[in-house]
């Protein structure tokens, strides 16, 4: 004990390493958690092959397929493993001890979405290989790409509100089984399913789901298609989200 | 020499009780205070308003001359949780190392991880440790960071009573260090031992204050508290 010189002397890091170091810390724990993994990468994988082998004889093209599957990530990384591991910071009082350090609240989100765009964009190119692997070839506009960008960042953004309303408010063990059934219906609400695919009455209201924005612009993008109206629906999502998340999210549990 | 905590006349209801019923106490530099109450007594909620997690509805809190949660005052001081406080599955080398990193000038983290003996279980996933083992890197992430003031919530609970020792004399080091100490227990002999102060309260308000041979004269601390105390007066 007596090695440790324990007078005082704190000062915080500067402030970008703060938020990089969160970040890196957050980043490090998701990619050795086995369940977010499966969602985020393995279940992705295995639906690509699974078109790869069968797509022909069940009548599932592979352009647009793939192009939903990396939507199906982004899905899970924006929302479910978000979500999940926010509810057990709560649960282990892991934001408790990090109010009492010089990471401020606004250090503690910026690290987290760090994190989401990290590990985004590892999960988009991963999949986005493994489809070219199997014979993917989209078609990409330049207008549609610049569109998609936007879609993706806005969509994440969104994804990220609504999974810190949950895990803000829910219990961590609630928050684990809604996240992961507000996954499946998010998959098939328009992230696996086009929006064509629903009954036309049911259009309209799966039209303005995120997860139908950021499905349709992704499908769009790999098809050749122009489409910006997904834009605007993501946007007014990631306001409403934030402004929600914002609101209601709670420190403890 | 100013206060390093000082809390006057703090009330905070919360679900409709009154959790913190016009509390005051004073935490000097290079002491140690002790704060005693039964269980559901406000001790946790009077150190999550410390740190600004809680705003009480009246009353003042100064933490090292400055608004509890500002920027000012949570990085100047350390936090030993009472439960968890880590990921599941971060490891205490590495997550010494982070809560370092967000200090400029932290301790070294292979001195704190040797000078707490948490060197076997360095790179065992947090999880898998102890109570007592995740209770000694809670104490580590407290200290890591240099802090003035330190907040710990029963930081001997579930230890046995050689690491126990071992904590009352990390306590002892930081008070002659010059650091200001608030601890929170319901052991008595720990009280008796550390505190230079012993603050104790009861339904969120004080009902004693003053050194252990102040509240010791009339009998022990431990008659003082069955007195003074309800029995899961606040639970």
């Known amino acids: 004990m007596s090695a440790l010189d324990l007078r005082p002397a704190p000062a915080p890091a500067p402030r970008l390493r703060r938020i990089l170091r969160h970040a890196r810390m957050e980043t490090v724990l998701v990619a050795r958690n086995g369940e977010q993994l499966l969602l985020a990468l393995v279940i992705p994988l295995g639906l690509i092959l699974g078109q790869a082998v069968a797509g022909e004889r069940l009548g599932i093209a592979r352009e647009p397929f793939v192009a939903s599957v990396i939507a199906l990530g982004l899905w899970s990384t924006g929302f479910?493993?978000?979500?999940?591991?926010?509810?057990?910071?709560?649960?282990?009082?892991?934001?408790?001890?990090?109010?009492?350090?010089?990471?401020?609240?606004?250090?503690?989100?910026?690290?987290?979405?760090?994190?989401?765009?990290?590990?985004?964009?590892?999960?988009?190119?991963?999949?986005?290989?493994?489809?070219?692997?199997?014979?993917?070839?989209?078609?990409?506009?330049?207008?549609?790409?610049?569109?998609?960008?936007?879609?993706?960042?806005?969509?994440?953004?969104?994804?990220?509100?609504?999974?810190?309303?949950?895990?803000?408010?829910?219990?961590?063990?609630?928050?684990?089984?809604?996240?992961?059934?507000?996954?499946?219906?998010?998959?098939?609400?328009?992230?696996?399913?086009?929006?064509?695919?629903?009954?036309?009455?049911?259009?309209?209201v799966i039209s303005l789901l995120p997860t139908t924005a950021l499905g349709e612009t992704l499908r769009t993008w790999a098809g050749g298609g122009v489409d910006a109206l997904p834009l605007i629906v993501v946007a007014v999502w990631a306001v409403a989200a934030l402004a929600l998340a914002r609101k209601v999210f709670r420190w403890t549990s | 020499m100013p206060a390093a905590l000082s809390l006057t006349d703090v009330r905070l209801?919360?679900?409709?009780?009154?959790?913190?019923?016009?509390?005051?106490?004073?935490?000097?530099?290079?002491?140690?205070?002790?704060?005693?109450?039964?269980?559901?007594?406000?001790?946790?909620?009077?150190?999550?308003?410390?740190?600004?997690?809680?705003?009480?509805?009246?009353?003042?809190?100064?933490?090292?001359?400055?608004?509890?949660?500002?920027?000012?005052?949570?990085?100047?001081?350390?936090?030993?949780?009472?439960?968890?406080?880590?990921?599941?599955?971060?490891?205490?080398?590495?997550?010494?190392?982070?809560?370092?990193?967000?200090?400029?000038?932290?301790?070294?983290?292979?001195?704190?991880?040797?000078?707490?003996?948490?060197?076997?279980?360095?790179?065992?996933?947090?999880?898998?440790?102890?109570?007592?083992?995740?209770?000694?890197?809670?104490?580590?992430?407290?200290?890591?960071?240099?802090?003035?003031?330190?907040?710990?919530?029963?930081?001997t609970a579930g230890l046995d009573p050689h690491a126990r020792r071992e904590v009352w004399t990390l306590v002892r080091a930081l008070?002659?260090?010059?650091?200001?100490?608030?601890?929170?227990?319901?052991?008595?002999?720990?009280a008796e031992q550390l505190a230079d102060h012993v603050v104790l309260i009861d339904a969120g308000r004080g009902v004693a204050d003053g050194s252990v041979a102040e509240l010791t004269a009339g009998g022990s601390l431990e008659q003082l508290f069955l007195e003074l105390t309800r029995p899961g007066s606040a639970a």
């Open chain 2, 175 to 190: 008070r002659d260090a010059g650091v200001a100490v608030l601890l929170t227990t319901h052991a008595m002999d720990e």
């Open chain 1, 80 to 204: 479910t493993s978000l979500a999940i591991t926010t509810a057990f910071e709560r649960r282990y009082g892991v934001l408790e001890r990090l109010v009492a350090t010089p990471l401020r609240r606004t250090d503690l989100m910026l690290g987290k979405a760090a994190m989401v765009t990290a590990v985004a964009l590892a999960q988009a190119a991963v999949l986005a290989l493994a489809g070219v692997a199997a014979g993917w070839s989209p078609r990409p506009s330049i207008a549609q790409t610049a569109v998609a960008a936007g879609v993706v960042v806005l969509s994440l953004a969104a994804f990220s509100g609504l999974a810190l309303v949950l895990a803000g408010r829910a219990s961590a063990e609630l928050t684990l089984g809604l996240a992961n059934l507000v996954y499946l219906l998010g998959a098939a609400g328009g992230l696996l399913v086009p929006v064509a695919a629903f009954p036309a009455w049911a259009q309209p």
């Open chain 2, 13 to 155: 209801r919360l679900g409709g009780r009154a959790v913190l019923d016009g509390l005051g106490l004073v935490a000097a530099p290079a002491e140690v205070t002790a704060v005693l109450g039964p269980n559901g007594a406000g001790k946790t909620t009077m150190i999550r308003c410390c740190t600004g997690l809680l705003t009480p509805d009246s009353g003042r809190v100064e933490v090292l001359g400055a608004p509890p949660g500002s920027a000012s005052a949570n990085s100047r001081v350390g936090l030993m949780p009472q439960a968890t406080g880590a990921w599941s599955g971060v490891r205490p080398r590495e997550l010494l190392a982070y809560l370092a990193s967000l200090h400029a000038t932290p301790l070294p983290v292979a001195d704190v991880v040797d000078a707490l003996g948490i060197g076997p279980f360095a790179g065992t996933p947090y999880r898998r440790l102890s109570g007592g083992q995740q209770q000694l890197v809670n104490l580590a992430g407290a200290i890591i960071g240099r802090p003035e003031l330190v907040f710990l919530d029963e930081p």
